[in-house]
């Protein structure tokens, strides 16, 4: 029999206008991404919003619950137990000393977690207020790659009917087609995007806002973390993301065990990435002639850390036969909410 869970949602004064009761935009643009959700909507001052993409789950007790509306979080309830998501699952994690848990996996739905479904509803509820008029929506989806193939297909299709239970007219946008529509408007939308996550890297090939040359490569952020924590021997890998957050310069030779082997995963990352770039490039007929080199833009979570930059371009450059002439290579204006502004461009499009 389904259980019924009922949501207890104390209301603290920063969520106010991250909930349903915000003002209804025109557009929205939505990245639902492994790690974080985030919502662009133009709203003044609060152009982007964003909640982890993770809960933790107690059993019901007096004790825990009471812990949870001191703290005024959010929660929900069934008879057995009570779910922590969104922003407030970090802290609540680290006070169980525990990992949470991830409605999503590698960029995709997680088929091994029975709440994926149920928690990432709610999450994007807290995120996004139900459309009044039909307002279009685009939201982001991965390309394909080596495990991204027909789950994506039911990835987009769970994602997208509970989007229009919302009222939305909702649209699916490639994650690195998004990357170029917020940060190649002055070249036409013609360059290459890429949005370093989570759980993967996406890339985009675009002429014209067309995006020629689409796919995804299960290798990021998680990766990085995982594989850290299993050559240090570390039980979980919460320790090595927070260290990674707030540590690491990809510029500086690293001088402790942690830093080498972040060195040695992020490199391993970008290879495989760079090494996937050139072969669809190779492989591809159908692409058109451009008559000037083409720039390359970087994003997400996982290009943050000082350095990133001049190692991809370096290892990019490194073997001299790149297929295409490449121009400039550089950041995205802000890596965190590049890809829920290209949505958000894409849905004002859209809607116009
Ligand atoms: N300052 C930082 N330095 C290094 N890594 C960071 C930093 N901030 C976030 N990250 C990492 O970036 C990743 C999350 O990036 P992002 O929010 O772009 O992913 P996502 O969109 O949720 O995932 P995906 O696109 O793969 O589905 C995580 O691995 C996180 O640890
Ligand atoms: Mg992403």
Do not use: W
């Not at 509306?69 to 699952?89: A, F, L, P, T």
């Amino acid at each position: 029999m389904e259980e019924k869970n009922q949501s207890q949602t104390a209301p603290r004064s920063d969520q106010k206008s991250d909930n349903a009761s915000a003002a209804r935009p025109a557009a929205v643009g939505l990245d639902i991404g492994t790690s974080r959700i985030v919502v662009a909507d133009g709203t003044p001052g609060k152009e982007t919003r964003s909640h982890l993409n993770a809960f933790v789950s107690v059993p019901c007790s007096e004790m825990a619950e009471n812990v949870l509306k001191q703290r005024g979080m959010v929660y929900e309830r069934n008879c057995k137990n009570m779910y922590v998501y969104g922003n407030d699952s970090d802290f609540f994690a680290s006070f169980l000393d525990t990992d949470a848990r991830r409605p999503m996996h590698s960029g995709l739905l997680n088929p091994q977690e029975e709440m994926s479904q149920h928690i990432i509803q709610r999450i994007i509820e807290m995120l996004v207020p139900r459309a009044r008029r039909n307002e279009t929506l685009c939201f982001s989806v991965p390309g394909r790659g080596e495990n991204a193939n027909g789950n994506l297909v039911y990835h987009e299709a769970v994602l997208k009917n509970h989007l229009q239970s919302l009222g939305y007219k909702a649209k699916a946008i490639n994650e690195g087609q998004a990357v170029v529509f917020s940060e190649l408007q002055d070249e036409n939308f013609t360059g290459i995007g890429v949005s370093f996550g989570g759980g993967m890297c996406n890339v985009s090939v675009s002429f014209m806002s067309m995006p020629m040359i689409t796919f995804s490569v299960p290798k990021s952020g998680d990766y990085i973390d995982r594989n850290v924590a299993e050559v240090l021997g570390e039980r979980n890998s919460t320790r090595v993301r927070l260290f990674k957050e707030e540590n690491l310069d990809l510029s500086r030779a690293p001088k402790d065990d942690m830093t080498r082997a972040l060195h040695i995963f992020y490199e391993d990352v970008l290879q495989a990435l760079i090494d996937r770039l050139r072969t669809e490039f190779k492989h591809s007929s159908q692409l058109p002639k451009v008559d000037r080199p083409m720039k390359v833009v970087l994003a997400g979570g996982t290009a943050m850390p000082a350095g990133f930059l001049h190692k991809f371009e370096t290892m990019l450059r490194a073997e001299g036969d790149f297929p295409i002439e490449i121009a400039e290579v550089r950041m995205a204006k802000d890596p965190l909410t590049t890809t829920a502004n290209g949505c958000y461009i894409a849905a004002m499009s859209e809607a116009r």
